[in-house]
């Protein structure tokens, strides 16, 4: 497979993007400025486009918007950068379609190696809380915390029906931060769920915002701290 540092180039990329369409995999989209997540399926390799069934309902689509796709090979994430190309509405027999311009690279993007702290105790000055678009709230219990998301735990009698790939709304207070993020379900274990944070990304590289940064701080201090006495 050809590489240049993390990224699949070339041939090799044009491979794994046939293999992922005839599989019609999952992927999740992100328009870059808007906030917007949107559930995808590989569909087709075009000259200089890839072509995915749309799944979610998105307000507005702008032809030329920047947009970054994330999705899995095997036990790998990857992401890459594109553009819109075409959209066309679905009908009784079709999905919506997108079309993006061929990346010049997908990337593997990390997200394991962000360094995740353990929540030790239940601090009375953390508050977290989960909804979704129905406005409906829960407030698990924060497992542990990364640059790029978060491990939440359920009351096992009271487990939300909260599926891979449901969009969320986190908001996370520890002392004068606050923070609301954009989160996407990816994995779910029992009554726990590992959360997304689809805008701590750009590119291959963490952003995450500021706030967020210093919540990590203080809970990886508290940590050090607890383990050190």
């Not at 079309?99 to 000055?125: F, S, W």
């Amino acid at each position: 497979m050809t590489r240049d540092g993390n990224a699949i180039t070339g041939d090799s990329m044009l491979g794994l993007l046939d293999t992922l369409c005839a599989e019609a995999a999952p992927a999740q989209l992100h328009l870059h400025g808007t906030g917007t997540v949107c559930r995808l399926r590989f569909a087709a390799l075009a000259a200089e486009a890839v072509v995915f069934e749309r799944i979610d309902e998105v307000e507005s689509m702008d032809l030329g918007q920047v947009c970054s796709v994330s999705f899995r090979h095997g036990d790998r994430p990857l992401l890459f950068l594109s553009s819109m190309v075409d959209s066309c509405a679905g009908n009784d027999e079709l999905l919506p379609r997108l079309t993006l311009g061929l990346p010049a690279a997908v990337v593997g993007v990390e997200l394991r190696r962000a360094q995740r702290v353990p929540v030790v105790d239940r601090l009375r000055a953390l508050t977290l809380s989960v909804s979704t678009g129905e406005q409906r709230t829960w407030t698990p219990k924060l497992v542990n915390l990364s640059l790029a998301g978060m491990l939440i735990e359920f009351p096992k009698d009271r487990m939300p029906d909260l599926p891979v790939f449901t969009r969320v709304q986190v908001d996370l207070e520890l002392g004068q931060d606050r923070v609301r993020l954009r989160g996407v379900v990816r994995r779910q274990d029992e009554n726990r769920l590992g959360v997304f944070f689809p805008e701590a990304i750009r590119g291959a590289e963490l952003d995450p915002p500021a706030a967020l940064r210093r919540i990590f701080g203080a809970l990886e201090q508290q940590w050090i701290t607890k383990v050190d006495s």
